[in-house]
């Protein structure tokens, strides 16, 4: 109790501002540290995760601060640190950071004025291209324009629909030359992404980013959950391909030839787009064992174990609680607030014995008054009434 005390009386010398940039800060150190946790987790639930910890960053402290959520200490005595030295500490980071988010997200719409130039410049992809953009489009009931574009890049990337221009997938100028099911291939994982909205999960990182630009930490979770968007557009585009056999072989061919791509000449580094880090692998099969019954008995009860856990655990219900508990622990200890202590209340009937007071009672009830009069009925009491009526007027008419 002492250290929550202490805490809320450091607490209360702060302004709302003040602890909920506190909240924030202490937020994304929590959501980083799970972050890192779970780099070598499920896809889908790096994906989860990361989608989930950046919408936390926004809602988490803006409902506190709107709310005015506080989770009062009581104490018996009230004290309080008499200084104003935080509150100007905190409207002088609050200052800095303003001046700094607004610079960020200047940056940022110039970055996407950049993109949006730089995409309408390039050339435009042959007729047998964009004739395959209708049918996988239409196979993944996706619908919005898609506009195609060839130029030196070394992996397929693409940007969201922008204001006036639709949504553009830019594939390498090799892909010209390149046979039908390889480049169908490569197409298909970015109309995937696209499906998948994985362009505007990619620009709310850089928003929230942006907003967050004194923590760097917040920077690199947005450019994992880019990097990571990337693997559950493979899965679709395999599933949309319906042929497994084909799409691998044509995967396999188009690994080989990425490989032989050379990096771009340019600086492409500060445009808005969502690109392959070129790791088409990650989709290929599990290899099975062929000798399943010479297999050690620690091998079997490890896949046991491991088929079980894939049954049992929900990648929804991991990441909700990783971050429900992040947000409850941060939010409860910079909400902390010293409140006066109700009196100690002690009723006074709490005191009397109660077997005393009804043996007595019991007692009085058992004797039996010598002077008690027989009840009064109706017409008797009636009568005593006239007679006692009679009785006062006779002395009243009487001389003294």
């Known amino acids: 109790m002492w250290i929550f005390t202490n805490i809320a009386m450091a607490l209360d010398t702060l302004p709302a501002e003040g602890r909920m940039l506190l909240l924030a800060l202490l937020l994304t150190v929590a959501l980083y540290g799970f972050n890192r946790l779970l780099a070598d987790a499920d896809p889908t639930l790096r994906v989860l995760f990361g989608k989930g910890a950046l919408t936390a960053l926004v809602l988490v402290p803006a409902g506190v601060y709107l709310l005015g959520v506080q989770v009062p200490v009581p104490v018996e005595q009230m004290r309080r640190y008499d200084t104003p030295w935080p509150a ?11 001046l700094g988010a607004v610079a960020q997200l200047v940056r940022l719409a110039a970055e996407w004025r950049r993109s949006s130039r730089m995409v309408a410049d390039l050339p435009a992809a042959n007729p047998k291209i964009s004739d395959r953009v209708g049918h996988w489009t239409r196979r993944l009931n996706l619908p919005i324009t898609v506009a195609v574009r060839c130029d030196g890049a070394e992996v397929p990337w693409h ?14 100028a090799a892909a010209r030359n390149w046979p039908v099911g390889v480049v169908d291939v490569m197409l298909l994982e970015q109309l995937a992404m696209l499906k998948q909205s994985a362009w505007r999960w990619m620009f709310a990182g850089r928003v929230i980013a942006a907003l967050y630009w004194p ?14 968007l990337v693997l559950p557009g493979l ?6 391909y319906r042929d497994p056999e084909g799409f691998q072989r044509d995967l396999k061919q188009l690994r080989q030839r990425a490989e032989t791509l050379q990096t771009v000449d340019g600086d492409v580094r500060g445009v808005l787009r969502l ?20 297999a050690s008995f620690e091998g079997k009860w490890a896949g046991t174990k491991r088929r079980r856990a894939a049954k049992v655990r929900d990648p929804y219900e991991q990441a909700y609680w990783l971050i429900a508990v992040a947000s409850i622990v941060v939010g409860v200890a910079t909400t902390l607030t010293l409140k006066q202590a109700a009196p100690e209340f002690e009723p006074r009937f709490l005191n009397v014995k109660w077997q005393d007071q ?26 005593a009434a006239q007679q006692s009526g009679s009785e006062s007027l006779s002395n009243d008419r009487s001389p003294d």
């Open 215 to 228: 923590t760097p930490w917040v920077a690199r979770m947005a450019a994992d959950l880019a990097q990571v």
């Open 159 to 172: 940007v969201g629909a922008m204001p006036g221009r639709p949504a553009q997938v830019v594939l390498p």
């Open 358 to 383: 009804m043996v007595r009672r019991i007692g009085a009830y058992g004797e039996e008054p010598r002077n008690r009069e027989p009840p009064r009925t109706l017409g008797g009491s009636s009568s």
């Open 88 to 98: 100007y500490v905190v409207w002088a980071l609050l200052s800095v950071w303003l």
């Open 275 to 294: 690109a392959n880090d070129g790791s088409y692998a990650l989709v290929e099969p599990r290899v099975v064992s062929e000798d399943t019954a010479a």
């Open 235 to 240: 899965g679709l585009a395999q599933a949309a």
